[in-house]
């Protein structure tokens, strides 16, 4: 009875696989996998690193959580925040996408207008914005033309999230508008030219050619604004400290606030790991929402 041969794991093709893929899996390992297990262990724990060192206290972080109404607070401050940023971000970036993919003057100079601030530091655009919404800044002087007293943007309860929000909508305009520009130009034109020789107008030549051949530019699209604004920082921390009252206090400007301003470290990862949960549920249920049909 013949023999057959089996490929063995050390044969030529898998070692030179494992050489090539091992210096990524060992820095996935390293900077990825490895923080997240210690964060995770870190969250069962109290104490500080620089007295007495941490201790093991089980899920008292986690239930110190549930009982915090700031920790509420700053959880429905970040949902809101990013549900906000998100969709006008969607919204306008694919209606800015769809006007530059065709031919009208100044097209280049326009996208290159758009995409400039997705390069610019958030620092410095927060810096920009703080200027911008003083009181006695340039948007109140040009509303005290029109008889509009001024307003306590950044110190206002109301206002004070919208701006940040505005702020995050501009940051990630021009991103999202050439993630789109991309996904328009794969669309093969000759599902325009059979449509418009069967009479469909414009508005259902988008609807039935562009969003669907657009699915996965989308799927991209609202996962990293999706990321974007969950680990927001600092806007936060450059325009308002979290202030006023913690309205715009978000997740990770709380975290840093309880690990490096209470350095109660256990209890900050407790809060990261929230964090981490709320990020994977969102991307899981974006995937889930555009996954469910082949484009």
Not at 83 to 96: E, F, K, N
Not at 151 to 156: E, F, R, V
Not at 160 to 166: F, L
Request: net charge neutral.
């Amino acid at each position: 009875m013949p023999k057959t041969s089996t490929k063995s794991w050390l044969d030529n093709d898998t070692f030179a696989a494992w050489t090539f893929l091992a210096p990524a899996v060992i820095l996935l390992g390293l900077f990825v996998l490895w923080p997240i297990a210690y964060l995770f262990y870190l969250s069962f724990t109290a104490g500080s690193f620089t007295s007495t060192g941490t201790y093991w206290i089980g899920f008292r972080n986690y239930w110190r959580l549930l009982l915090n109404p700031d920790f509420w607070q700053v959880l429905g401050n970040t949902v809101y925040f990013t549900v906000a940023s998100l969709i006008p971000s969607l919204v306008l970036s694919l209606g800015l996408a769809v006007l530059l993919n065709r031919s009208i003057a100044l097209r280049g100079v326009l996208r290159s207008a758009y995409f400039l601030p997705s390069i610019i530091s958030l620092v410095a655009a927060g810096l920009g914005f703080r200027w911008l919404f003083q009181t006695s800044g340039p948007v109140n002087a040009f509303l005290n033309i029109f008889g509009i007293p001024a307003i306590s943007w950044l110190g206002d309860t109301f206002w004070a999230m919208p701006v940040i929000i505005i702020l995050s909508i501009w940051k990630q305009l021009g991103f999202n508008m050439v993630v789109f520009l991309a996904g328009l130009q794969a669309i093969p034109p000759s599902r325009y030219e059979a449509a418009e020789l069967d009479g469909a107008d414009g508005w259902r030549q988008f609807w039935h050619i562009t969003l669907p051949g657009l699915r996965p530019t989308l799927i991209f699209a609202t996962v990293t604004t999706a990321i974007f604004t969950l680990r927001s920082f600092e806007q936060v921390y450059v325009m308002t400290g979290g202030g006023p009252l913690n309205t715009t206090n978000l997740l990770v400007y709380y975290i840093y606030q309880e690990a490096f301003g209470q350095f109660d470290f256990g209890y900050a990862a407790a809060a990261a790991t929230v964090l981490l949960a709320v990020a994977l549920i969102l991307v899981y249920l974006q995937l889930r929402t555009w996954g469910e049909e082949n484009y």
